[in-house]
T-cell receptor, first 114, second 112 residues
């Protein structure tokens, strides 16, 4: 089934630890995104990539880094987790052409930093 | 700065009624306005979208109304059903910069 796979589904992480959230898509979309979802704040963009080899900062990039070595994978790394990074993280991708700019989202990773 | 403001935060509607969720935007360069539907434990999914060259778009029971001069757009769900209970997000983006800016979400509950 075409789509986005995120792993892990959920994680409890000790503050100060390093963590990489994985995201893989099989739709050959060039554009990919990482959002965090917090109650009352909606979805906020962390980082994005318009194509393999390029990345950019979103609205809330501090404490996060990304890489885009190939088209399919877009991992998000927390170098030293803090409790304020407790959130649900969604990876998304977007088709390149057509009138539909609609994103495809993964099912999310629920991260708790303690 | 909240570029896309969404209201209400939560909404309870009786089965068969009309659900209305409103959004307002600030950036006049925005030219694409989608709505996303999210069920618990799932990622958001595109529901319906509109561009500013039309004032209304309808897909089944879902309609987007767009008011360019007021910089507002709204989602109307006709004949609301319990299966419509979900969180709804409006969003906006501009051509050439397709990063979506989302509203804060509306939790919709349809009661029998």
């Amino acid at each position: 089934i075409a789509g986005i796979t995120q792993a892990p589904t959920s994680q409890i992480l000790a503050a100060g630890r390093r963590m990489t959230l994985r995201c893989t898509q099989d739709m050959r979309h060039n554009a990919m995104y990482w959002y965090r979802q917090d109650l009352g704040l909606g979805l906020r963009l962390i980082h994005y990539s318009n194509t393999a080899g390029t990345t950019g900062k979103g609205e809330v990039p501090d404490g996060y880094s990304v890489s885009r070595a190939n088209t399919d994978d877009f991992p998000l790394t927390l170098a030293s987790a803090v409790p304020s990074q407790t959130s649900v993280y969604f990876c998304a991708s977007r088709p390149d052409t057509g009138d539909n700019y609609g994103y495809t989202f993964g099912s999310g990773t629920r991260l708790t930093v303690v | 700065q909240q570029q896309v403001k969404q209201s209400p935060q939560s909404l309870i509607v009786q089965k068969g009624g009309i659900s209305i969720i409103n959004c307002a935007y600030e950036n006049t360069a925005f030219d694409y306005f989608p709505w996303y539907q999210q069920f618990p434990g799932k990622g958001p999914a595109l529901l319906i979208a509109i561009r500013p060259d039309v004032s209304e778009k309808k897909e089944g029971r879902f309609t987007i109304s767009f008011n360019k001069s007021a910089k507002q757009f709204s989602l109307h769900i006709m004949d609301s059903q319990p299966g419509d209970s979900a969180t709804y997000f409006c969003a906006a983006s501009k051509e050439g910069n397709e990063k979506l800016t989302f509203g804060t979400g509306t939790r919709l509950t349809i009661i029998p």
